[in-house]
């Protein structure tokens, strides 16, 4: 019967994962252990889509404003970007990554604006500039992907063992109850 | 004028286009943990998203829910998916599998016939998925609502199912299934008997009867006997020999192992893929050797092949280009009627005093009155053709809206399948890959379609092609419908190809320019 066929390659499958899943959770659980006694620093949102694209909104509101002259809104994007929880979440990020010339050096064009605004000095403009090409760099940086591997084998191992599972209980469930999937 | 012998599709030729005949296919889609597994995967997906929906992040470009909803489901998979393999994601959907599974244990009650059609299902898709946003329900966008209404969907999806005998909630309550059904028709595969009823091997006068809106229906409905569906398998073209001979009818009846179709639908007198999910059960009840074929054939081509056309599928073909393109009377109504916008707006609005002016003219009279333009318009040109053919309207007018169909379906395709994948696809790359341990960050632009290039790439697809796809049907459709008389033919077709035409340059150029 075509049922029983597929039950039996089921049931080595399915133990198989439950297997890997207990050592795995185990497993992570040890490492998570290990990471918060070395003092690894505490979670940020690594998901930047908001902020992001809201630095971004900041630098452009920038040198708009710098082409009007409005030296006052340059000012409060700048003290937005300094404040906001957007540029704290992306340093954090670019530190998890080693990336501190990059972060080092958006401080440094960062203040000097703030300096060259607070003097409504005319070589804001170019100093506008250099930040931007420092939040370009710093996206192609973000653009190179960070594997965490644990969680993309337990998400697997787990999304995997329900199916085998699924697919081991719902024929003996069918044949219990007599009825067709 | 009869049929020339190079157009005719032999058994030979029909056998060539078999899948089957390729045994990663064959293994793939015969397999019995087709479609199980799938729709085990698709379920434990679903359960983690609304889980997401209830208590992950208020954004909705970071929630699960929404993100997998309004773009990396809807699009790529299931209107894109549409494009190559039909209504396939019926097969493995997470709904429709709860669905299926709380109908086995059924009470057996009949669902109304009164109800056995397209109208719960499109007032849904009308009123729930898009007019409901504009009085703050956006059942697409905000993660907290999305969750209750998927979590509403299986509520009822399961009191259905056990209510009543076959694929109700499916067929009749699903809110996609009637864009779905009709867009399936395009898809270059069916599922078929190994002998069927084909346009190419049928005389013309064969062929005005197929299609005339007068044939008789099959009514292969889940609320009628197995044995009534049965008896009237053979009133429609060539049924294959070995199901002739068939006593059991396993594919449609079921069998100690597999249930028999889902959707009630035969295999041997199926003559479109509306109603055809690719669940392949029919497959895995009919034995291996048996008549039962995965097929390639040209895209587009069921389009100018109905056997059954009708005026309520006619009707839906409408209502979606018309939902689809709501900025048609935005954009148009002021230029040629100045003042009847605002004058429509203050009536209405006595109607509804609860909502404001913004809330009637962009819930209620921006979808009426778009489905109703696009329909004026169509039966303007339905009027034109049948008069001068001498056809009746209302074989006209089913027939030729499958070339609306085609044209809206590129149209709609590359402007939004593609436009959406383009303008957002970084931002769902990026949220995906971050459930699954992968952090980066991808702009959402993956292509800037502001820029000329782009721009002109997309109207030459987008116009260009539909508008030639969208002619050449309705050509094909002509040549059906008027027995192959030239004159006749051009004359039915002309009125729709200049129609077709004339919506495809508004919708991909006029109004763009415009927005």
Not at chain 1, 120 to 132: D, F, M, P, R, Y
Not at chain 2, 18 to 38: A, G
Not at chain 2, 324 to 343: A, M
Not at chain 2, 356 to 364: R, T
Request: hydrophobic residues 45%; positive net charge; glycine residues 6%.
């Amino acid at each position: 019967m075509i049922v029983s066929r597929y039950t039996s390659t089921n049931t080595n499958a399915c133990n198989v994962l439950f297997l890997f899943l207990i050592l795995f959770i185990n497993g992570q659980g040890l490492i998570q252990d290990a990471a918060a006694n070395n003092g690894i620093p505490e979670k940020w949102d690594r998901l930047l889509i908001e902020e992001i694209p809201l630095l971004k909104e900041n630098l452009e509101g920038i040198i708009n404003a710098l082409d009007e002259g409005n030296y006052t809104i340059v000012s409060e994007q700048i003290d937005d970007i300094k404040s906001g929880g957007h540029w704290s979440n992306v340093r954090k990020e670019l530190e998890s990554r080693n990336e501190a010339d990059l972060i080092s050096s958006f401080n440094n064009s960062l203040s000097r604006l703030d300096k060259l605004v607070a003097t409504k000095n005319i070589s804001s403009i170019g100093e506008a500039q250099i930040l931007s090409k420092d939040f370009k760099k710093m996206e192609q940086a973000l653009a190179q992907p960070v594997i965490d591997f644990q969680r993309l084998l337990l998400i697997v191992i787990i999304i995997g063992t329900l199916i085998a599972f699924g697919l081991y209980i719902i024929p003996k469930v069918r044949k219990k109850l007599d009825i067709k999937f | 004028m009869t049929i020339k012998s190079s157009k005719i599709i032999t058994p030979e030729r029909n056998e060539r286009r078999d899948l089957f005949n390729y045994s990663l296919i064959r293994r793939f889609y015969r397999s019995k943990h087709y479609p199980l597994s799938l729709q085990l995967f698709f379920v434990i997906l679903l359960v983690i998203f609304i889980y997401d929906g209830f208590i992950g992040p208020d954004s909705s470009d970071a929630n699960l829910i929404t993100l997998s909803l309004s773009g990396i489901f809807w699009y790529p998979m299931i209107f894109g998916g549409l494009f190559f393999l039909g209504r396939s994601w019926c097969a493995v959907c997470p709904v429709g599998a709860i669905a299926g599974a709380a109908n086995r244990f059924n009470l057996g009650f009949k669902f109304p016939r009164q109800l056995s059609n397209w109208g719960l299902p499109l007032l849904a898709f009308i009123g729930v998925l898009w007019g409901f946003r504009e009085f703050g329900i956006n059942v697409l966008r905000e993660p907290l609502i999305t969750a209750v209404w998927i979590s509403g969907v299986i509520a009822v999806a399961i009191l259905v199912s056990i209510l009543f005998k076959g694929r109700v909630f499916c067929r009749f309550m699903c809110p996609i299934t009637t864009p779905l059904a009709v867009m399936s028709r395009v898809a270059p595969v069916e599922v078929r008997t190994k002998t069927m009823a084909t346009y190419s091997n049928m005389s013309n006068k064969q062929r005005q009867y197929a299609s005339s809106n007068t044939i008789k229906k099959l009514p292969l409905m889940p609320e009628m006997s197995k044995a009534d569906n049965i008896g009237n398998m053979t009133s429609v073209g060539k049924i294959d020999p070995t199901c002739k001979s068939c006593k059991t009818h396993d594919c449609f009846n079921g069998n100690e192992e597999t249930e028999g179709c889902p959707w009630g639908e035969h295999p041997a007198t199926m003559t479109n893929n509306s109603a055809c999910s690719m669940c392949m059960k029919c497959v895995h009840s009919c034995p291996p050797t048996e008549p039962m074929r995965l097929r390639l054939r040209m895209p587009f081509s069921e389009l100018w092949q109905v056997f059954r056309p009708n005026i309520y599928e006619a009707l839906t073909i409408f209502v979606l280009i018309g939902i689809f393109n709501t900025f048609l009377w935005h954009e148009t109504i002021d230029l040629f009627f100045p003042g009847f916008k605002q004058n429509l707006l203050d009536g209405t609005q006595s109607f509804f005093p609860f909502f404001s002016e913004d809330q009637v003219e962009k819930g209620i009279i921006r979808y009426v009155m778009s489905i109703g333009m696009v329909l004026g318009i169509y039966t303007l040109a339905s009027l034109v053709s049948s008069k001068l053919s001498g056809q009746k309207l209302k074989t006209n007018f089913a027939n030729f809206s499958y070339s609306y169909l085609a044209a809206f379906f590129i149209y709609g395709i590359i402007d939004s399948t593609f436009g959406q994948i383009a303008n957002n696809g970084g931002l769902y790359l990026t949220a995906a890959l971050h459930h699954l341990g992968i952090y980066l960050y991808i702009s959402p632009n993956l292509i800037d379609l502001s820029s000329l290039e782009w721009y002109s790439t997309k109207w030459i697809i987008e116009a260009i092609v539909a508008a030639l796809v969208g002619g050449y049907v309705a050509y094909r459709i002509s040549q059906n419908i008027t027995g192959n008389n030239t004159k006749k033919m051009m004359l039915a077709a002309a009125p729709h190809i200049l129609m077709i035409l004339f919506l495809v340059l508004i919708f991909t150029t006029i109004v763009p320019r415009w927005s």
